[in-house]
């Protein structure tokens, strides 16, 4: 794949209620999107589906088809679900049980009931091996191989289709494990097996055994899953070469994925992130939130300067939803992004203490909220967004879902109404307004503790879900500004088409900053960049297209947190420690408002290799014809009653035209609340901008 191909690509999101499809004509700039149903029995299925019927809806053939890239939460998912494969752990004698000793934190101080997540591996499946590397990288004691063939019998005997090894101090010298691995590779050729300096190598021996155990415990059926999905896609004459889109915002071959599925742990959510740069850019606005609320979640992420802000620290398969703690550790670069509340099949009911809560159960796709008629019962974001106006069951999905109004009524009637003594009307305005209220939080929450306020950015919406709730949210966090983008509903998979083929090494090096030896890491980096070189130009990127970009996470010595510094890459040929030092300073002081009189050391380098970003126009389906076409009873919650409220053709509305609130703005995929007080206008790439001071 190359930004010189002509011919069409298709994004392709999995997410827990609908499967986003959306294809792009490189030549014309069209977008054109599908949405169907997620089968979760087999999400290959779904994918599948969406494929055939944006082929079939747009009269495109097979041939014409370069590139699929797609996203999933797969990986997530089994996690979550505990449905990966039977997995054991092989670590350095006397650290059996570090999955379950951790870190020895407590989520929740107070709680003399706390439960913590539990291990992926059992006790019984983690075994130890006499092996012993020094802190410094120097072997102390190698693994006996009669001792690893023994081993390999009991893996045996166990039945494992999975093994992680995780050595201590193997991110400073990986030989101990590779020693095992060709061992236990050689006696056990049918069993998956992954060492922790290929999957990350940092410092921190529980997060990095947790993640190790997690590539793992997911690998065989994500590599199954793909390999299957490759394999149809060539029965319907498509592209084989699939890509997949990876959590750090970059897309590599599915190849290279099937050796690193923990890394696509969070693919769909960064899609929706790329997404909303490019909408950003177009909108002329380069500090976003970006809101993406879909069937199961919402998501916040921040945008600075046009680009997503990333991380390598991530949980996933939390005990309690929004505690931080309560969940598996994993390092594995990301988009800094924070799941901040529920989505629109998110169930509401009546907690112990008689108040609204809404999740963290999901209706999903089946049988869904109680509004699609498909067996719901209970009540949901959808269905109080339904009885509240803000959704029409006549034009849901452009008229190809009918929504039953009557059976969201019932269910917020029998849940919700009755027991707390309040009309349909007012029990669906708790459900919209606690929702909002708990994002409000997170969202200003996350902003703060990345050292940044969140009254400074515009608030991008996405999701199916995202622009319905937007301007509320908004309003709550104080901020002004609100830019929905045209095809917001299916954002994430446009994102999968603006991400580079790209792929990220990590390194740690943790020594001080004064006395580094800069010719030893210009060597480290050099070697990374040719692995990364020949990742990218095996996906079809030209080595002269392909880019490096060097990072070193820092930090004053004593500190327990650390800060990401941009490095030049011929500064580690040509300059000295001390320039190192000044972009350190600067950083910390951006963040932070001052420095510290103290010594700073390195933690870990970064190395990432890019092909080229694609530069995406794309063009605005817009039409000729009546943007205002009619009236709806819409609840705002003011004066306790329904406002009869314009609703436009979304594809109708001329630019530059102001349009005073209260209003709805309906496309296929989503629909637009403007408030009363408010002021939305379209601009010349279809976004459009609410003023929310009028």
Partial sequence: MSTQDTGFRIGVDIGGTFTDVVMLDPATGRLANEKVLTTPHDPAEGVLNGVQRILDSEGTAPRDVRSIIHGTTLVANALIERKGVKTALVTTEGFRDVLEIGRELRYSIYDLFIDMPEPLVPRVR?????????????????????????????????????????????????????????????????????????????????????????????????RNYVMRLVQELGRLDLPQDLYLMLADGGTVRHDTAVEYPIRLVQSGPA???????????????????????????AKACLIQDGEPLRTDAFEVARVFRFAKGSGLPLQVPVIDMIEIGA??????????????????????????????????????????????????????????????????????????????????????????????????????????????????????????????????????????????????????????????????????????LAGLDLARIDTMVAELEAEGLALVTSAGIAEADATTAVSVLMRYSGQGYQVDVDVPRDLLSSGGTEDIAALFEARYRALFGRTEAMAAEIMSWRVVVSGPKPVLEPQAALREGTAKIGLRPVYFGEAGDYVDTPVYDRYCVPPDTPIEGPAVFEERESTIIVPPRARATADRSGNLIIDLDG
């Fill in 126 to 222: 983690r075994f130890e091996v006499a092996e012993r590397m020094r802190n410094d990288g120097t072997v102390l004691q190698a693994p006996d191989p009669d001792a690893v063939r023994a081993l390999a019998g009991t893996l045996r005997k166990c039945g494992v289709e999975a093994v992680a090894i995780v050595f201590l101090h193997s991110f400073r010298n990986d030989a101990n494990e590779r020693a095992v691995k060709a061992i236990l590779a050689e006696e056990l050729p049918d069993i998956t097996i992954c060492t922790s300096f290929e999957v990350m190598p940092q410092i921190g021996e529980y997060e990095r055994s947790s993640t190790a155990v997690a590539n793992a415990f997911v690998q065989p059926i994500f």
């Fill in 343 to 512: 989505g629109g099949g998110s169930i509401a009911q009546v907690d112990k203490l008689g108040l609204v809560q809404v999740g963290p159960e999901s209706a999903s796709s089946k049988p869904g909220p109680a509004c699609y008629g498909l067996g719901g019962a209970q009540p949901t974001v959808t269905d109080a967004d339904l009885v509240l106006g803000y959704l029409d069951a006549a034009s849901f999905l452009g008229g190809d879902m009918a929504l039953d109004r009557a059976a969201a009524e019932d269910a917020i009637r029998e849940a919700l109404a009755e027991p707390l003594g309040l009309s349909v009307t007012e029990a669906a305005w708790g459900i919209y307004e606690t929702v909002n209220e708990s994002m409000a939080q997170a969202a200003t929450i996350h902003a703060l503790e990345s050292g940044r306020k969140v009254q400074d950015f515009t608030v991008l919406a996405i999701g199916g879900a995202g622009p319905v709730h937007a301007t509320n949210l908004a309003r709550r966090m104080g901020v002004r500004r609100v830019i929905c983008p045209l095809g917001a509903g299916v954002a994430s998979a446009f994102g999968f088409l603006a991400s580079p083929i790209s792929f990220e090494f990590v390194r740690a090096a943790i020594e001080p």
């Fill in 271 to 297: 899609g929706g992130a790329q997404a909303a740069s490019v909408f950003g850019r177009l909108a002329l606005e380069d500090n976003l939130l970006c809101f993406d609320m879909g069937g199961t979640t």
